[in-house]
């Protein structure tokens, strides 16, 4: 069994990723700073986003921070999901979804 704290943590995880209409592999993709190109960037991390998810794998503060942002971030009209980097995995541009 999970202890308080880890399952806070899985729950906030998996909570972000579906409030930002993410799918795993999105949710990866994001968590390694890949490209949003090729469907094998986006798989390379699902298998942990799915193992954080079961509880099998623990969430990390830093995890938690990270998710949480990524849910603000759409709830104030961003597109999460398409968030582009450069070589050096920063971030160049998040587009709106609201077209403001």
Not at 43 to 66: D, I, M, R, W, Y
């Amino acid at each position: 069994m999970l202890s308080p704290t880890k399952e806070n943590n899985r729950k906030l995880y998996t909570e972000a990723r579906l409030a930002a209409n993410c799918s795993q592999n999105d949710w990866a993709r994001l968590f390694n700073l890949q490209p949003d190109t090729g469907v094998k960037h986006r798989q390379k991390g699902q298998p942990n986003v799915s193992a954080k998810e079961k509880g099998t794998k623990g969430v990390n503060l830093s995890e938690c921070l990270a998710a949480e942002l990524l849910r603000y971030f759409h709830a104030q009209g961003y597109d999460v999901k398409h968030i582009e980097f450069d070589e050096n995995n920063r971030i160049v541009n998040i587009p709106r979804t609201d077209n403001k």
